[in-house]
Nanobody
Framework: QVRLVESGGGLVQAGGSLRLSCAAS????????MGWFRQTPGNEREFVAR????????YYAGSVEGRFTISRNIRANMVYLQMNNLKPEDTANYFC????????????WGQGTQVTVSS
């Protein structure tokens, strides 16, 4: 399994930017994809973005497309989420996730980093 540690969350005003980082360690050689999800209290975790580890193909939720960019550094085992033009509705706990070869879904999760956007 892969261990994931997120960082970079914080408080920002609407219209501002933040860059989240996710450090992966452990069995990263078996990683097929990495992703970002977010969750607010009382709600289900929601998909934000994903990136294929080998080819780098990306996919975004409609609510963030054009504002967020997911990227990765394979040599450093890092995944990033650049968030621009942040809105108060982006406020959430953001989680990094990994999907391993043969797994049906995301099978490794980080502890999350809080992003708060003030209006």
């Amino acid at each position: 399994q892969v261990r994931l540690v997120e960082s970079g969350g914080g408080l920002v005003q609407a219209g501002g930017s933040l860059r989240l980082s996710c450090a992966a360690s452990g069995r990263t050689v078996s990683t097929v994809a990495m992703g970002w999800f977010r969750q607010t209290p009382g709600n289900e975790r929601e998909f934000v973005a994903r990136i294929r580890w080998a080819g780098g193909e990306t996919y975004y939720a409609g609510s963030v497309e054009g504002r967020f960019t997911i990227s990765r550094n394979i040599r450093a085992n890092m995944v990033y989420l650049q968030m621009n033009n942040l809105k108060p509705e982006d406020t959430a706990n953001y989680f990094c996730a990994a999907q391993a070869v043969g797994a049906d879904s995301w099978n490794s999760w980080g502890q999350g980093t809080q992003v708060t956007v003030s209006s």
